[in-house]
């Protein structure tokens, strides 16, 4: 039986279709559902269109009301697009699992009484749709199959899936709706937003990743971090422990209840190897390790290891990649 129309639901970011969004869309396509679409929320969500299109969606709805920012996400979100959906009956909707796209499918789940699959990692429809989530700290995998109600309604962690352009030229239709706002979510309005300012790439989009751990012993020894990254051009990451500590803020945290990524070269310095943080950085091209203790479990990860004290090892590196940039 052939797969109803997959919706995606599609966040902004800085003014263009957020990254999860168009992961969403490239898996979406390779399901065989009669259609693929996109729901866009937000001010900018017209000029994102084009961009969701160029990654499957045939259908956009978009609507620009300035209610989409101005208040928190969840309430508004599922206000408008639950009728939607009850309009348009989409078989699937995905979300991308970050918190505001968690609070939207959240509450939409209640609005429309249907259950929701959280953390996935993989979905198939091949007569049933089935997601795959981790548990246990990624120590289990669990298959779940959605049963006869709709829409299932299901959100994937960042990285499940690569992004890429549809074969072709792709346009998509826009389709503006209203924005319908229950007046209890107006009560909560943003009054400010502050984004910190790194230099770089952003830690989910870096070729390389550097992170570290309490192995690194002393918050001001993330310099060295810093100076590896800026010399190949990548981000600094950190471990939970390191962030638990204060270290370094929660915008570093690579893990289970932090960024997942999936760079060409991730070094992991001082860092165990809890499964807490390998559930994050596992799918990387390379994994390079540098722990005092030879057993440490992330040397079973490790494409290369270098059993060592970090602090010893960073400067060399220094050294050696300075001398390289001549």
């Not at 826009?174 to 924005?179: H, L």
Request: glycine share 10%.
């Amino acid at each position: 039986m052939a797969l109803g129309p997959v919706w995606v639901f599609a966040e902004l970011s800085q003014g263009q279709a957020a990254t999860g969004a168009l992961e969403l869309l490239t898996r979406a396509r390779s399901l065989g559902a009669e259609a693929v679409e996109a729901v866009c929320f937000g001010p900018e969500a017209r000029d994102a269109a084009a961009d969701l299109g160029r990654h499957g969606a045939t259908t956009v709805y978009v609507s620009t009301d300035p209610a989409f920012t101005a208040l928190l996400a969840g309430g508004p979100g599922a206000d408008t697009l639950a009728p939607l959906v009850a309009a348009h009956q989409p078989e699937l909707v995905l979300f991308a699992s970050t918190h505001a796209s968690r609070d939207v499918a959240g509450r939409l789940a209640v609005k429309l009484d249907v259950p929701v699959i959280a953390n996935g990692l993989e979905i198939e429809a091949d007569g049933a749709i089935t997601v795959t989530t981790s548990i246990f700290g990624a120590s289990q995998v669990v298959r779940t199959e959605f049963g006869a109600r709709r829409p299932a309604l299901a959100l994937f962690r960042p990285k499940s899936f690569a992004a890429a352009p549809a074969p072709g030229e792709t346009a998509s239709r826009v389709v503006e709706v209203p924005a319908l706002v229950e007046e209890r979510h107006r009560r909560a309005r943003v009054v400010g937003r502050s984004s910190e300012v790194a230099a770089g790439p952003r830690l989910e989009d870096a070729a390389v990743v550097v992170s570290g751990g309490r192995g690194l012993q002393d918050p001001r020894n993330f310099e060295l971090l810093r100076e590896v990254a800026g010399l190949l051009h990548g981000a600094v990451g950190a471990s939970r422990a390191a962030v638990d500590a204060g270290w370094v803020p929660y915008a570093l945290q690579v893990g289970q209840t932090g960024k997942t990524v999936k760079p060409t070269v991730y070094i992991a310095c001082g860092i165990s190897g809890a499964m807490q943080h390998t559930v994050g950085m596992k799918g990387a091209q390379n994994i390079v390790a540098i722990n005092r203790d030879p057993h440490a479990p992330i040397f079973k990860l490790a494409d290369l290891g270098i059993v060592g004290d970090a602090l010893t090892v960073l400067p060399q590196l220094v050294e050696e990649l300075r001398s390289r940039a001549g």
